[in-house]
């Protein structure tokens, strides 16, 4: 008896605390709660040294490695959640383009300035230290450098679905657009610093501020991750190939 009294108790309780919330976003958040640990454990590149350290061209192959936990992580799993947890279609999560012709307009502005972006990148210490990720010299066959790059933007393809597609979705109901872009900034930059044990250089942690306010608001006024998964794909890209050319 006293049992059911206490399940009855605990039963009503959480049906009080969640009278008026929002169940997609509650959902959101304890998805990318665990999704977010998961991928900051198993898809760093030192989990992948210790796993796997056997491995023929190591140096390369973790890279890859944690490329594609983003793409699986954030993407493929993300997919899976969004329509069999929250039973939503994935289109109503960034997966359209709601605006074409602006996110055509924004994408070709976005290119010189990202190249811009990446060529200030050679004047940072921290920067030329880091990228590009894998070393161009080394790896300079045409294979190493296409499965490099499509890795990179099957990377690009996780990060905006899980921050500029469902979180920013999930969000903007419950915290209005300025809460969501501001609650997926903050997330996102937080992964960009040290805390999530990637160890990013602090200007690109800084930088990450801005590109998510910005990339939060071109995917809310296009309703879509394509433009802002373009331009992330561009900052890099420039990023790796002025590094190696320059520094």
Known sequence: MEDKSLKSKIHNEWKNINQNSDRVFNLALIFVCIILFVYCYLGSFSFFEKAFYNVVNLQYVKII??????FVLFFVIGLIYTKFVIKSNPSDFGLKLENKKL???LVLIAIPICALCGLSCVLDEGMKATYPLIDFNIYSSWYF???????????????EYLFRGLLLNSSEKKLGAVGAILLSTLISALIHTSIAGFGKPMIE?????????IFGYIAHKTKSIYPTLLIHFFVGFFTD??????A
């Open 65 to 70: 490695y944690h490329n594609m936990m983003s």
């Open 103 to 105: 996110g055509i307009i």
């Open 145 to 159: 450098i296409v499965a490099y790059f499509t890795s990179y933007f099957l990377y690009y393809i996780g990060w």
């Open 205 to 213: 942690t800084l930088s990450a501020i801005p590109a998510g306010l």
């Open 241 to 246: 190939l002025f590094i190696f050319l320059i």
